[in-house]
């Protein structure tokens, strides 16, 4: 991803890249999330007015076409006509079997050279370790690494020849665009089966939505930890659209968020419609009785879930329907 040109050692004779501006019944007592409609990222209220019926049919309809372009970014993903027709058939990104670690490394020390942004040398040690592109690896360790919106970018060169289990994003300070980037590299490539958020407090709501977005539509993704990023009620509901849409998602961490009143209401809401999700973690979110209560309704009606992690929260006396679901 970057805003400088391709580098025609790259190109070869390959198709000319394809550059795309991403965005990308109740019973008693419970409560129903407002009906979806997918956004663009720039189009969210931030001062939380809902918009009109026709303004959401639109959305709606917009994105069966993918996110509108927004201004200021450019994700370039590679071989526009052979990659439509395999996506189309095949779901997932093909990758070249032939490409070496060394090829990715020089593209990615390129990519950074042209768009004057520092290379991460936490990541080229790892890249440097790497014989075999073709076995995915089993964690892109970015932790605690400074990544602003240019950095994200440059990823690219990096998560299109590369496939982890897990791509560890915790505490790398990202902002809105760089997330929103970030998001649509693993959605378009299939780079990870599991993301670490935890510990970004900076995303807004339109990061927000980029990321359920993402975790509704990827079919890799089967683990997201957002723990620990400040949600509040109105990023908590684009996140958790996801999980209303019954995703492939099968672990969410959503520890330390202070979930507890609305926020225990609107994961209630969103978990009656879900049947995939195996592991939810809701540790350190100032859970209290009226929070288990809303945690009751969840495992009453859904019958996948396996594990309800709420330590560190004053529930104080365990319901009995807890007591035997935890056993």
Not at 237 to 260: D, P
Not at 267 to 277: S, Y
Request: charged share 30%; hydrophobic share 30%.
């Amino acid at each position: 991803m970057s805003s400088g040109s391709a580098d025609p050692t790259e190109q070869g004779s390959q198709p000319q890249a394809n550059d795309y501006r991403g965005g990308g019944r109740g019973e008693e007592g419970d409560v129903e999330i407002e009906p979806e409609r997918d956004l663009s990222p720039q189009d969210i209220d931030h001062s939380g007015e809902c918009g009109s019926e026709e303004e959401e049919e639109e959305e709606e309809e917009d994105d069966d076409e993918g996110p509108p372009p927004r201004p200021g970014r450019r994700v370039k993903f590679q071989q526009k006509d052979r990659l439509a027709v395999e996506l189309q058939e095949h779901g997932m990104y093909q990758r070249n079997p032939n490409e070496r670690a060394k090829d990715m490394i020089n593209a990615y020390q390129r990519e950074c050279s042209t768009t004057r942004v520092k290379p991460v040398t936490k990541l080229l040690e790892q890249l440097e370790r790497l014989d075999d592109l073709s076995t995915p690896i089993d964690n892109l360790d970015l932790k605690g690494v400074k990544l602003d919106n240019a950095s994200c970018e440059v990823l690219e060169t990096v998560l299109s020849r590369v496939q982890t289990n897990t791509l560890d994003l915790e505490k790398t300070n990202l902002e809105d665009e760089g997330a929103i980037a970030l998001c649509e590299m693993v959605e378009f490539y299939g780079c990870a089966s599991k993301i670490n958020l935890a510990h970004n407090h900076r995303l807004r709501p339109r990061a927000w939505l980029t990321i359920g977005r993402t975790l509704k539509k990827s079919p890799f993704l089967t683990t997201a930890n957002v723990s620990y990023c400040g949600l509040e009620e109105q990023t908590l509901t684009l996140l958790l659209r996801s999980v209303r849409a019954n995703c492939n998602l099968q672990v969410l961490k959503m520890e330390g968020n202070n979930l507890t009143g609305k926020g225990t209401f609107i994961l209630m809401a969103a978990m009656k419609f879900n049947e995939n999700l195996q592991e939810l973690w809701l540790g350190a979110n100032h859970l209290g009785p009226e929070d288990g209560q809303h945690l009751g309704s969840i495992l009453r009606s859904n019958h996948t879930l396996r594990v309800l992690d709420v330590r560190e929260n004053s529930l104080q006396v365990m319901p009995p329907f807890l007591r035997a679901r935890s056993a």
